[in-house]
């Protein structure tokens, strides 16, 4: 991914973790819905990105957590964390809609295509 791109979105974003609200930039990352690895055509398209901190990256490229196409947190059944961070902000949200930044948008039928293959879901 481009510089461009990733500090457009970091912008985009308000430099904050869309589950967390960390603002530490050198912490954050950009998580792909559709992973680059299988849609390298949407590498940069910016309705196929939120703006994760590194640990809640993981987690969501693990399937430990995803968001649905209402912007809600969904959980993994198996996912019992014990560390209480992750489980104040995974495991309690359960359910609990996200609000991106005004200028933020995921696609929904990116975030479909990513949910249909998880099993738990």
């Not at 309705?47 to 209402?70: G, I, P, Y």
């Amino acid at each position: 991914m481009s510089d461009a791109f990733r500090e457009a979105t970091f912008e985009r974003y308000d430099h904050a973790c869309t589950i967390t609200g960390i603002r530490e930039d050198p912490l954050l990352d950009l998580a792909h819905v559709l992973p680059r690895s299988q849609r390298a055509d949407l590498a940069e398209h910016p309705e196929n990105v939120f703006v994760l901190n590194s640990l809640h990256h993981r987690a969501f490229d693990a399937a430990l957590f995803t968001v649905d196409s209402d912007y809600r947190i969904r959980t993994s059944p198996s996912f019992d964390p014990a560390h209480p961070f992750l489980h104040e902000t995974i495991v309690e949200r359960e359910g609990e809609r996200i609000v991106l930044p005004t200028d933020a948008r995921v696609r929904d039928a990116f975030l479909d295509e990513l949910n249909a293959g998880l099993s738990w879901l």
